[in-house]
């Protein structure tokens, strides 16, 4: 169990420094138990401190690696049973299923959807993370050959899954840079597994047939020196699975079971041979509490809502969920286009952007970030709200300066929410180069708005 702030607060150094870039150590330890900043702040605390908090603060669900460099995935890491409590780490990762005897067509199809279904969302890249290669034909050196495919045709990290020792080997032989995750060991070949795992330190699936095995298999790996393992309890019917992600959660959060203190792989491509029930079952396993979800294969239609799905439920639900500040670009805006200014909530900068799409005329959105959902608003909702928030012109100005528009666009016009038509000379006299113009009050009427202002 995490320390508490005051518990934490009894192991720094009360020095009361303000070189941590807080006021006081107890304001340090009280946001480092939120997990709002990292020791490491602290530049006076002690080296037993450290250990001490380092020893109690590590996750009962270990952080796991898959691949490198920035396209690394990591799974686990998890504190906690529901999201309300505090937050869900690390999102799970979804994986595109590709078997060695499938035709090279078929690859090459797979391999493509995997490449091209990415999405940006508020500023926000979402994309599968994964390719499970499975090796049925038994032929090390096809299997091999299909990993170096892989790695040549993709930035994926990788799932190498045989049940023959020399297959595993041959593919991670072949993309051990990639450092993939190895499937899986099993009762019958841990110790050859641990020996592999170790030679190219790559995290290993456990697979067992019940979790009473489950644990006495992680057991083994753990004692053998693997210590990145993935959970797969065996179970291929949603009720039995869904039963075994809350009991292993539950073991190592509330009764510190160590051995299930892993991420789990889950396969709904083994559940069901309909397409449309496997995208149910994920979503059940992105819910609860599926660490990597394998596919059978990636279509446009419900891949994207799975990437939502994971999106909403991986948010800090203490931290409303933002649009990263800066410029976005609707359609394909030139240097005449109109600029727009809006705020980061969700809600706004989705009517905006769908309404200015809808409209048929690229434009430049400026999104600052706000703390008050009311000001810079272009929603029904808000226009009606009895809240007004507290404009300030200086910030905008600083905002409008610092993100670069007017290196983007010949003229100097820029379009504010009626919500915020007050405040126009304000603007004005922050940013004397622009004409301020006043747009629609909401964002519904933004199509009878822009041709006129696209034309002069």
């Not at 490198?68 to 505090?86: I, P, Q, S, W």
């Not at 390719?131 to 038994?138: C, E, F, L, M």
């Not at 797969?232 to 009720?239: A, F, I, P």
């Not at 007017?406 to 304000?426: M, P, T, Y």
Request: net charge negative.
């Amino acid at each position: 169990m995490a320390l508490t702030g005051l518990e934490i607060f009894k192991l720094l150094p009360k020095t009361n420094c303000h070189e941590c870039g807080f006021t006081t150590c107890l304001a340090f330890a009280m946001n480092l138990s939120a997990g709002k900043i990292e020791l490491s702040a602290c530049p006076y605390v002690s080296e037993e401190a450290t250990a001490k908090i380092a020893a109690v603060d590590e996750p009962p669900i270990r952080r796991i690696t898959i691949g490198t460099g920035d396209k690394a995935l990591n799974v686990g890491g998890e504190t906690v049973m529901f999201r309300h409590e505090n937050r869900f780490e690390n999102p799970p990762g979804f994986a595109i299923l590709i078997v060695d005897t499938m035709a090279s067509a078929e690859v090459d199809a797979r391999l493509k959807r995997f490449q091209a279904f990415r999405y940006e969302r508020m500023g926000f890249l979402l994309r599968p993370e994964l390719v499970a290669i499975r090796g049925d034909s038994k032929d090390a050196q096809k299997y091999a050959d299909l990993v170096v495919k892989v790695k040549r045709n993709s930035d994926a990290n990788m799932i190498l899954m045989s049940d023959d020792i020399d297959v595993l080997s041959a593919g991670v032989e072949a993309c051990a840079d990639r450092k993939p995750l190895i499937y899986a060991a099993t009762p019958d070949n841990v110790e050859q597994m641990v020996g592999l795992s170790i030679r190219y330190s790559c995290p290993v699936t456990a697979k067992a047939s019940s979790l009473e095995k489950l644990v006495a298999l992680t057991t083994l790996l753990i004692e053998g020196g693997v210590n990145d393992i993935v959970l797969d309890s065996g179970s291929r019917t949603l009720r039995r699975a869904i039963e075994d992600q809350v009991f292993i959660r539950r073991a190592a959060i509330y009764q510190n079971i160590k051995p299930l203190g892993f991420p789990s792989i889950v396969f709904p491509c083994e559940m069901t041979d309909d397409s449309m029930m496997e995208t149910l079952m994920a979503a059940a396993f992105v819910a609860k509490y599926g660490g990597i979800v394998v596919i059978s294969d990636f279509q446009g239609e419900t891949l994207f809502p799975l990437l939502l799905q994971r999106m909403e439920i991986y948010s800090d639900p203490q931290e409303p969920l933002m649009a990263p500040e800066g410029i976005y670009e609707i359609g394909e805006p030139n240097q005449n286009a109109p600029v727009l200014l809006t705020s980061s909530w969700p809600l706004t900068y989705y009517n905006l952007s769908l309404a200015v799409e809808a409209a048929h005329i690229p434009a430049f959105l400026c999104v600052q970030h706000l703390e008050d959902p009311d000001v810079m608003c272009w929603c029904h909702h808000c226009m009606r709200s009895t809240q007004r928030g507290k404009f300030n012109a200086e910030n905008t100005g600083r905002f409008i300066e610092k993100v670069g528009i007017k290196d983007r666009v010949k003229h100097r016009k820029l379009v504010i929410s009626g919500r915020n038509a007050q405040f126009s000379d304000e603007l004005e006299q922050v940013l004397p180069e622009w004409e301020i113009l006043v747009g629609p009050a909401e964002a519904s009427q933004i199509a009878g708005f822009l041709p006129g202002l696209a034309e002069k």
